[in-house]
């Protein structure tokens, strides 16, 4: 249709050009006679049939004649009456002004995502929590979304409403309480005098920082019960604000580590008999000690063993990637540093050059 109207514009106006030479007279018994030729169509048409006009011409001739009063139009000899022209105009009027005003997306804009985002975080730390406490929370935060917007995002996504969501399984427990979070657990191995030796760790479960608490022959209670000193002090030097200490129920630990760490404002969260997924984080960091120390180095006794876990710690905290923090090292922000090649085969062979100092 453009291109058509394009056509007839660029044509109807050299024939315009034309007509400026032409005198009053001859133009005046050119109209006369398409006036007659109007007349002669009109009769072998009948009174009954209708000239059909393409949208391209309709346009054309609404921007030609719009432009002449309206008593003008009624003495013009034309195949359609001027109501009609005029009707043609505010049409196209019509057309143009919604083309102009229309917008890219009719109804409400969508709600952005990082809210949106942030909706369905909240329900999901917080599963008490109804469409109506998440909305009164984002307008703590200064965030102005509608209640029913948030009831709508939690509709769409399939989330059940608060009486349906109030019990807490194992894992969400531990997801919402990560900052609060540590983990403790006894690792066995036999050095080559075949000595047995108990490791004791603790990790954490929101930064994966692990410390190794040290390592005896002989678990006794005053020995446990020593190493939980030491850790309280460490975590108040450090600034941990650490509410429960997630365990097993190995006859290990004494009762008087729960009371020293109760002093703290630690409370002991014991996992269910022979089901170590409950504490999985602490039992993945014993599989990699396992796999990438313990099984790998040949430990000759309790001071070896000391010494290549202190390295194995250093390592685990400042070097390792992790694929919960992002590929990043428990003791480092953001993303992995970038290292030389002859820094990366010195990682890569520090191991080797341990095991050769030994």
């Not at 941990?240 to 109760?262: N, S, T, Y």
């Amino acid at each position: 249709m453009l291109f058509r109207l394009a056509y007839l514009a660029v044509t109807n106006t050299f024939a315009a050009l034309r007509l400026l030479p032409i005198g009053d007279r001859d133009k005046d018994v050119e109209i006369l006679t398409l006036r007659h030729q109007i007349t002669v169509l009109e009769r072998q048409l009948g009174a009954e049939a209708r000239v059909r006009f393409a949208p391209e011409d309709r346009a054309f001739l609404a921007a030609l004649l719009t432009s002449l009063p309206r008593e003008v139009l009624r003495r013009l000899r034309l195949l359609v009456r001027p109501d009609t022209v005029l009707r043609w105009h505010r049409d196209l009027m019509r057309r143009r002004h919604a083309r102009t005003c229309r917008s890219k997306r009719p109804g409400r804009p969508p709600t952005v995502r990082s809210i949106r985002a942030l909706i369905l975080r909240l329900v999901r730390e917080n599963p008490a929590w109804g469409y109506r406490r998440v909305h009164g929370e984002l307008a703590v935060l200064g965030i102005k979304v509608a209640s029913s917007t948030v009831w709508e995002i939690l509709k769409q996504e399939g989330v059940d409403p608060a009486p349906k969501r109030v019990s807490t399984t194992w894992a969400d427990f531990l997801r919402s309480q990560a900052n609060a979070l540590l983990a403790c657990d006894f690792i066995e191995t036999v050095t080559l005098t075949g000595q047995r030796q108990y490791i004791l760790a603790v990790i954490e479960h929101a930064t994966r920082r692990v410390r190794v608490l040290g390592t005896t022959a002989h678990p006794s209670a005053v020995w446990v019960v020593q190493a939980m000193k030491n850790l309280v002090m460490d975590l108040e030097e450090v600034g941990c604000r650490a509410r429960f200490l997630v365990r097993d129920r190995d006859g290990k630990f004494p009762a008087l580590m729960e009371e020293i760490l109760a002093e703290a404002g630690i409370r002991t969260a014991l996992t269910g008999i022979q089901t170590p997924r409950m504490n999985s984080i602490m039992e993945r960091w014993v599989q990699s000690c396992r796999c990438e120390l313990l099984d790998r180095c040949l430990l000759w006794n309790e001071r070896q063993l000391r010494h290549a876990l202190r390295e194995y710690e250093w390592f685990y905290n400042r070097h390792r990637p992790h694929q919960a923090l992002s590929q990043a090292a428990p003791l480092l922000s953001g993303a992995p540093a970038e290292v030389s090649a002859g820094g990366a085969a010195g990682a890569a062979c520090g191991g080797s050059a341990l095991i050769a100092s030994w």
